[in-house]
């Protein structure tokens, strides 16, 4: 059987050539951190003592206050985003074009606003003593309109013929959109919609604008007033943050491939306990099919035996 391919096989030149590229490739990025780590320590950034401020109580605790807020904006904001999301999704999927026009408005002109300048002005002009407010409402606004996006490319991508089958079992609109097309588009675009959300979780660092203690600005204050041997811990501090800052985004993704594997598993595990109910039933494509009928016992033997006959 043949198999058709993007691209051809390397032959064994091509390979060590590859292989050549690899290792100049590999030594010069190794080249170049250990010329920015020798920079570094020449300037005294990587000496212990700059470490060891992490040491102290209060320090940790900024840290750990900035970590606290960073998620609450974030959780304020991932919610938000996902309800605007489904609103304008919808909204932009409507058969009204008043309703059309000003959802595809508003997705269109919030996503070309720079985010920093929609938060700030949400600060200034509605929620001067909410920060943490402004920060959520502004990265509610700006994600939701691409997460609208992202929802409504998932319900296009769903067969036409799904929804005209529940139309024709007397489904309305709205039952058709929250019952068959909406829960695909999620599942199918999962993916990118927990993309996003990283982005969202990122781009809390924002706040630091608008004066919200979240982690970076946490970061700022913490550099900027810990002075060693004369110089402010900015290196050390930017280490430790951005650390934690990875770790955050590493543990969402983590989060979304496990809720992505529950769900394919509860889908697969609904056909199975369904067959698993059924005593004697073969699970086959998600169907329970009952075993073929033995003659012995079966309509005929039943008849035969009250007429008193025998084969």
Same mark, same amino acid.
């Given at each position: 059987?043949?198999?058709?391919?993007?691209?051809d096989?390397?032959?064994p030149?091509? &390979?060590?050539?590859n292989?050549?590229y690899?290792?100049?490739g590999?030594?010069?990025?190794i080249?170049?951190?250990?010329?920015?780590?020798?920079?570094? $320590?020449?300037k005294?950034?990587?000496?212990?003592e700059?470490?060891?401020?992490f040491?102290?109580?209060?320090?940790r605790?900024?840290i750990?206050?900035?970590?606290?807020?960073?998620l609450?904006?974030?959780?304020?904001a991932a919610?938000?985003?996902?309800?605007?999301?489904?609103v304008?999704?919808?909204?932009?999927?409507?058969?009204?074009?008043?309703?059309?026009w000003? &959802?595809?408005?508003f997705? !269109?002109l919030?996503?070309s606003?720079?985010?920093?300048?929609?938060?700030? $002005?949400?600060?200034?002009g509605?929620l001067?003593? #909410?920060?943490m407010?402004?920060?959520?409402?502004?990265?509610?606004i #700006?994600n939701?309109?691409v +997460?609208?996006?992202?929802?409504?490319?998932?319900?296009?991508?769903?067969?036409?013929?799904q =929804?005209e089958?529940?139309?024709?079992?007397?489904?309305?609109?709205? +039952?058709?959109?929250?019952?068959?097309l909406m829960? *695909?588009?999620?599942?199918?675009?999962?993916p990118t919609?927990? =993309?996003?959300?990283?982005v969202?979780?990122?781009?809390?660092?924002?706040?630091?604008i608008?004066?919200?203690? !979240?982690?970076? *600005? /946490?970061?700022?204050?913490?550099?900027?007033?810990? +002075?060693?041997?004369? *110089?402010?811990?900015y290196v050390?501090?930017?280490?430790?943050i951005?650390?934690? #800052?990875?770790?955050?985004?590493l543990l969402?993704?983590?989060?979304a @491939?496990?809720i !992505?594997k529950?769900g394919?598993r $509860?889908?697969?595990?609904i056909?199975?306990? /369904?067959? &698993? !109910? @059924?005593?004697?039933?073969?699970p086959a494509?998600?169907?329970?099919?009952?075993? $073929?009928?033995?003659p012995?016992?079966g309509p005929?033997a039943?008849?035969?035996?009250?007429?008193g006959?025998?084969g």
């Open positions: 059987m043949s198999a058709s391919v993007l691209y096989a390397p032959g030149k091509a &390979a060590t050539r292989r050549i690899a290792v100049v590999s030594l010069a990025i080249a170049l951190i250990s010329v920015g780590l020798m920079r570094l $320590a020449d005294g950034h990587l000496a212990p700059m470490w060891d401020i040491n102290y109580s209060g320090i605790q900024n750990a206050d900035g970590v606290l807020a960073t609450k904006a974030f959780g304020l919610i938000g985003s996902l309800i605007f999301g489904v304008l999704a919808v909204g932009r999927l409507s058969d009204h074009k008043p309703v059309r000003a &959802a595809t408005t997705i !269109e919030f996503r606003i720079p985010l920093l300048i929609t938060i700030y $002005a949400i600060w200034v509605f001067t003593d #909410y920060s407010w402004a920060l959520a409402l502004g990265l509610s #700006y939701g309109s +997460q609208a996006e992202v929802l409504r490319a998932g319900i296009n991508s769903v067969p036409k013929g =929804s089958a529940a139309y024709a079992l007397g489904m309305s609109k709205t +039952q058709v959109m929250v019952s068959v829960p *695909q588009a999620v599942r199918a675009m999962l919609i927990i =993309s996003q959300l990283v969202t979780l990122k781009d809390t660092s924002l706040g630091f608008i004066l919200y203690p !979240e982690l970076l *600005q /946490t970061a700022r204050l913490i550099a900027a007033n810990t +002075q060693v041997n004369g *110089q402010y811990a050390s501090t930017i280490a430790v951005g650390t934690i #800052y990875v770790a955050m985004c969402l993704s983590a989060l @491939t496990w !992505e529950r394919r $509860a889908k697969t595990g056909a199975v306990a /369904t067959a &698993a !109910e @059924t005593p004697g039933a073969i494509g998600g169907l329970t099919v009952p075993p $073929a009928e033995d012995a016992v005929d039943d008849a035969d035996e009250g007429t006959k025998k």
